[in-house]
């Protein structure tokens, strides 16, 4: 029998929003995979889902090469959810009209239900109930046999069904998976729940048994290597590979000459010591240091760091032998910001354990969190009985203050940066803001600021604190660090970090930045 028995498939169309579909249903205990618009039909019939979700996307129906699914897929009696270009798409290819709308709907909209039973269910009793719309085309015609359930002040038909003996179809114009929407995560369990009949059988504990079979069953006998950096991902991925295969596993620590202060002796300390994980630590400060020489693009800059890296592993595992197998602690979000391998979605930045990566490997990967987010590596890691000081630490990029030093990296940059990204760490531990803030970390600008030190005209660097509330790492938003604490921060880094005469803090949100620079 499936552990995941009850499956709900999501088409992925090109929107970056695709992965917080899967999120959400997740978060209901039903199994969620994403698959690109492009595969056929046949494919997504093998999986048999008990439901199917259409993205949005960046299209419009009506361009040339715009994205699109085979008709047939509405024929086969599985419970569809159009959301934005998934109901224009449902729209256009079920024979209604879709056009541009005379006033673009983006942002906070109130939404008049007018059918309260199944889709939305308990939603919308005390009146119009708060969506989050993007879109600039609308519906101007149902398609025959549908009507409408829900409309705005700009959008008479803002969502819509089909229900007859083969065709369950439902269609949202708003986005019912992002935080923007109250009500959204109800919406989306009353469609897996109430409309595609799941039950809540995904786990955690789920999630390890099949990881442990799946992971034995690629390795065999062979012993593999994992890329083990000390952060919550890569460490996850270790413990659950060596619940897998146990002693087969040997992790490899890469002192790329990047790291925090203290991050190898503390990597040490956790694995070799506590968890006693077969380890050995590699000293390539100077190889990689060599590597970034001149650099300055931070394309570059992770594409040179992940050649170095799996270069490393490759020659460790030569010399232990027998090893065709390399351990990432690789996450979906990584994967959707560095290459659209799950349908058209943008491609953000290349990161460098993924689109950093040699075209020719040596090594197979085995990323057994490749389809997980952020929070849900720590549940896992929980799962797993890793302490919290693992689970908790915040994320770390795995280029590391390569990418945090804006221009060109030196040993005397870093320097600067890692006592800054210090003190930083410090105080926001002192505040007790650790577990509030997804991230909080220090860059050091490629700039220089006249200042005032001593009574002596000072020619200095700039430094920029950066910290940001997050769910997932998709969207994120700037602490609201208090006044005060920001004050030592920068007391603290003028005063003990030799260098640096001037700090400014960081308050732009995600998107439409980034949360690191790089």
Not at 8 to 14: K, N, Q, S, T
Not at 220 to 234: M, P, W
Not at 309 to 337: R, S, W
Not at 443 to 469: F, K, S
Request: with cysteine; charged share 25%; net charge positive.
């Amino acid at each position: 029998m499936e552990l995941w028995h009850d499956r709900i498939l999501v088409l992925d169309f090109g929107s970056q929003y695709t992965q917080l579909i899967a999120r959400r249903i997740r978060e209901a205990q039903v199994y969620s995979q994403i698959l690109p618009c492009t595969v056929p039909l046949a494919t997504v019939l093998a999986y048999r889902p008990q439901g199917i979700v259409l993205s949005g996307g960046p299209s419009s129906v009506y361009e040339k090469k715009a994205p699109t699914v085979s008709k047939e897929l509405f024929e086969q009696g599985i419970p569809v959810l159009g959301i934005c270009y998934g109901m224009q798409l449902v729209t256009h290819l079920s024979g209604g009209e879709v056009a541009k709308s005379k006033h673009r709907e983006y942002g906070r909209a109130e939404l008049t239900i007018d059918d309260a039973g199944d889709l939305f269910a308990g939603i919308g009793k005390g009146g119009p109930t708060v969506v989050w719309m993007s879109h600039g085309d609308r519906i101007e015609r149902m398609p025959p046999g549908f009507r409408s359930i829900a409309h705005t002040s700009n959008s008479p038909v803002a969502a819509m069904k089909q229900e007859d003996g083969k065709r369950r179809i439902y269609c949202l114009q708003f986005h019912p998976e992002v935080a923007h929407t109250p009500d959204g995560a109800q919406l989306l369990r009353n469609f897996v729940y109430h409309i595609c009949g799941c039950k809540p059988t995904w786990t955690m504990q789920s999630y390890v048994e099949t990881a442990v079979k799946q992971i034995r069953e690629q390795v065999g006998q062979e012993r593999v290597i994992c890329a083990l950096s000390g952060g919550v991902d890569s460490s996850v991925a270790a413990a659950l590979t060596h619940r897998a295969i146990g002693d087969q596993l040997i992790c490899v620590f890469v002192d790329n000459g990047v790291l925090r202060a203290g991050e190898r002796d503390q990597v040490q300390k956790m694995f070799a010591s506590q968890l006693h994980l077969n380890l050995r630590i590699l000293d390539r400060t100077e190889q990689f240091l060599a590597g970034l020489k001149g650099v300055t693009d931070p394309e570059k800059k992770r594409k040179n760091i992940g050649r170095l890296f799996i270069k490393n592993f490759e020659a460790e595992a030569k010399k232990l032998k027998g090893i065709k197998h390399l351990v990432q602690g690789t996450l979906y979000p990584d994967v959707i910001e560095s290459v659209s391998f799950k349908g058209p979605s943008a491609t953000i930045k290349t990161h460098h354990n993924v689109g950093g990566l040699p075209a020719r490997m040596r090594l197979k990967l085995i990323e057994p969190l490749r389809e997980l987010f952020k929070d849900e590596v720590r549940v896992l890691g929980t799962e797993l009985g890793l302490p919290d000081d693992i689970i908790w630490r915040q994320p770390f990029p795995g280029p590391g203050l390569a990418i945090r030093v804006l221009g060109a990296v030196t040993k005397e940059r870093l320097a600067i940066l890692r006592a800054a990204e210090t003190i930083v760490d410090q105080e926001i531990r002192s505040a007790g803001l650790y577990r509030d803030i997804w991230q909080a970390f220090a860059v050091l600008l490629p700039v220089r600021t006249v200042g005032v030190m001593g009574d002596q005209r000072t020619y200095e660097h700039v430094v920029a604190i950066r910290a940001v509330t997050s769910l997932d790492g998709m969207t994120a938003d700037w602490a609201k660090i208090p006044a005060d604490v920001l004050g030592r921060m920068s007391n603290r880094i003028i005063n003990e970090v030799k260098g640096v005469n001037r700090v400014v803090y960081d308050i732009s949100s995600k998107p439409p930045s980034t949360i690191e620079w790089e």
